[in-house]
Structure formats: structure tokens, C-alpha cells
């Protein structure tokens, strides 16, 4: 019984170990996203998390102005990719990100992280 109790213990952890892996550390994607950053902030009551909304626009007009569109939220960990972020509301920019399949506390409100930011001319 013991052996048995062992060995259940042994594969469970392990179980519980790769769930934890695939769900909050694997990356399912990656890629990059290019729109007008509208909204960057560090916000949160227990652990302050930098997020951002970058309107992904799909058809302009003649004034460059985004006539059909839609939001992508993301979350930044990295604090130096944060400062660069903060200087760029109100332009065209291009963020390299990697989706989880889960959100951590600390490290943001959005399955989406972006490590890297690229001002678009």
C-alpha cells in the first residue's frame, strides 16, 4: 500500500507540475501586433502591472483615421520595455508579444505579454 501511495504521489505532482507548466508558462503564441497605442497604464491593488490597449485598425480613410477596428489588451513585465511604452502613447507602433493560457497576479491582467516595442514611421 505504501508503494502504491508512493508512486500515486509521485504522479500526481507531476501531473499538477505540467498543468502549471502548459497553463501559466508555455508559450501558446507569438507574433507581432501593429496599431495606434491609445492607453498605457500601471495599475493594480496587490501587485501594480503595467497594461496597455493598442487599436488594431483594419481600414483607414483617406485622414488616417481607423475606421474599422478592434482592441488588443496586453499586459508588459519588463519595466525598461514599460518606459519606452509610456513615451509612445498616441502613435503607431509594432509590439512583439507571447500569449499564455493563463494570467498570474504579477504578471498582468492579459494572456497577452509584450517584451518589445518598435515605433512605426
Known amino acids: 500500500m505504501r508503494k502504491f ?4 504521489t509521485v504522479v500526481l505532482v507531476l501531473a499538477l507540475s505540467g498543468f ?3 497553463k501559466y508558462y508555455f508559450t501558446f503564441s507569438e507574433g507581432y501586433r501593429s496599431g495606434l497605442l491609445q492607453k498605457f497604464s500601471h495599475k ?3 501587485f501594480k502591472t503595467y ?7 483594419s481600414i483607414r480613410s483617406n485622414n488616417n483615421v481607423a475606421l474599422a477596428s478592434e482592441k488588443f ?5 519588463d519595466k525598461n520595455v514599460a518606459a519606452q511604452m509610456e513615451l509612445q502613447q498616441g502613435r503607431m507602433v509594432t509590439v512583439h508579444y507571447h500569449e499564455k493560457k493563463g494570467t498570474l497576479p504579477w ?3 492579459s494572456e497577452y505579454i509584450v517584451d518589445s516595442v518598435k515605433l512605426e514611421q
Open 5 to 8: 501511495l508512493g508512486i500515486f
Open 20 to 22: 502549471i507548466y502548459y
Open 44 to 46: 493594480g491593488n496587490l
Open 51 to 57: 497594461e496597455g490597449e493598442i487599436i488594431l485598425s
Open 73 to 77: 489588451l496586453f499586459s508588459v513585465a
Open 107 to 109: 504578471r498582468g491582467d
